[in-house]
Nanobody, 127 residues
Framework: QVHLEESEGGSVRPGGSLRLSCAAS?????????MGWFRQVPGEEREGVAA????????AYADSVKGRFTISRDNAKNIIYLQMNGLTSDDAAMYSC???????????????????WGQGTQVTVSS
């Protein structure tokens, strides 16, 4: 089981940027895990936002964030990042990182592909 801890989120103005990070620990094989970022607003379904393969060669993004969000990872530090640009009120949510090993296909943005989850961090977008 991988332990995941997200950085503190924050509040930004519309159009602003924010970078989230997620520190992974608890396994000597972190690089074998693909990682994802998910978000959820109370009363709504969890949405897969971005995912990255273990070696970073493959990424996937929800249509709602393509061209604005970038997922990356530093396997030397066991940290996964989510760079978010052009934030809008629709991006405000609780963001969580997740780790998985066995079900990248067919869709790495589905929650069922992940077995370890962080506690989440709040992102607020407000003027």
């Amino acid at each position: 089981q991988v332990h995941l801890e997200e950085s503190e989120g924050g509040s930004v103005r519309p159009g602003g940027s924010l970078r989230l990070s997620c520190a992974a620990s608890g396994s000597p094989y972190i690089e074998s895990y693909y990682m994802g970022w998910f978000r959820q607003v109370p009363g709504e379904e969890r949405e897969g936002v971005a995912a990255i393969s273990g070696n970073g060669a493959n990424t996937a993004y929800a249509d709602s964030v393509k061209g604005r969000f970038t997922i990356s990872r530093d396997n030397a530090k066991n940290i996964i990042y989510l760079q978010m640009n052009g934030l809008t009120s629709d991006d405000a949510a609780m963001y969580s990182c997740a780790a998985g090993r066995s079900a990248w296909y067919p869709d790495p943005l589905r929650g069922s592909a992940y077995t370890s989850w962080g506690q989440g961090t709040q992102v607020t977008v407000s003027s």
